[in-house]
């Protein structure tokens, strides 16, 4: 089972910066088969990023992910107020799939 | 458009079954694979099932495998998630997904539906 771990737990900063998220992976994930999602209080998930990089229909490009193997990283470059939410990453090479543990992003 | 609508969450007690649908629309439904995920009360996301598009090829995590079993009607656009001797750890708001693409039993997601709540307690 690839474990998928994130950090930081919670990051606090204001509208505006730059929110930077890592994903660990505990071995390679292949074909860089990683997504990011997005998911507010009382929501679904929300697809951001599929296959490490590529964004997902409707996705603003404030938002970009990169990375490969078992790093990756989901960036936003100007953080909007709707943006303040919980981040997951998901890993679909291989079965089980399996996500992160999360990274809130909050309100310096 | 799309849409996920799942439906048959409940409270049940421990050892008891349920069975989960899930009715989908705005898109081809027997042409895509589909998976059930779920997440327990303040807690994060993990994987339940997949299915492939025909509903030949089924997944399951360690956590359900021997108690739950996915199946699709693909005359029906209908998703099912059948829960057998269900635990208290069993718990959760359980979401229907749409792989994000074609080909693969599984990927990731790129619609939800807006989930069902199974609660198992005595």
């Known amino acids: 089972e690839v474990v998928l771990t994130q950090s930081p737990g919670t990051l606090s900063l204001s509208p505006g910066e730059r929110a930077t998220l890592s994903c660990r992976a505990s071995?390679?994930?292949?074909?860089?088969?990683l997504a990011w999602y997005q998911q507010k209080p009382g929501q679904a998930p929300r697809l951001l990023i599929y296959a490490a990089s590529s964004r997902a229909t409707g996705i603003p490009d404030r938002f970009s992910g990169s990375g490969s193997g078992t790093d990756f990283t989901l960036t936003i470059s100007r953080l909007e107020p709707e943006d303040f939410a919980v981040y997951y990453c998901q890993q679909y090479g291989s079965a089980p799939l399996t996500f992160g543990g999360g990274t809130k992003v909050e309100i310096k | 458009e799309v849409q996920l609508v799942e439906s048959g969450g409940n409270l049940v007690q421990p050892g008891e079954s349920l069975r989960l649908s899930c009715a989908a629309s705005g898109f081809s439904f027997s042409s895509y694979a589909m998976s059930w995920g779920r997440q327990a009360p303040g807690k994060g996301l993990e994987w339940v099932s997949s299915i492939s598009d025909s509903g030949s090829g089924t997944y399951y995590a360690d956590s359900v495998k021997g108690r739950f079993t996915i199946s699709r009607d693909n005359f029906r656009n209908t998703l099912y998630l059948q829960m057998n001797s269900l635990r208290a750890e069993d718990t959760a708001v359980y979401y229907c997904?749409?792989?994000?693409?074609?080909?693969?039993?599984?990927?990731?997601?790129?619609?939800w539906g807006q989930g069902a709540l199974v609660t198992v307690s005595s």
């Open positions: 071995q390679s994930v292949s074909s860089s088969y």
């Open positions: 997904a749409k792989r994000q693409g074609s080909g693969r039993s599984y990927g990731s997601f790129d619609y």
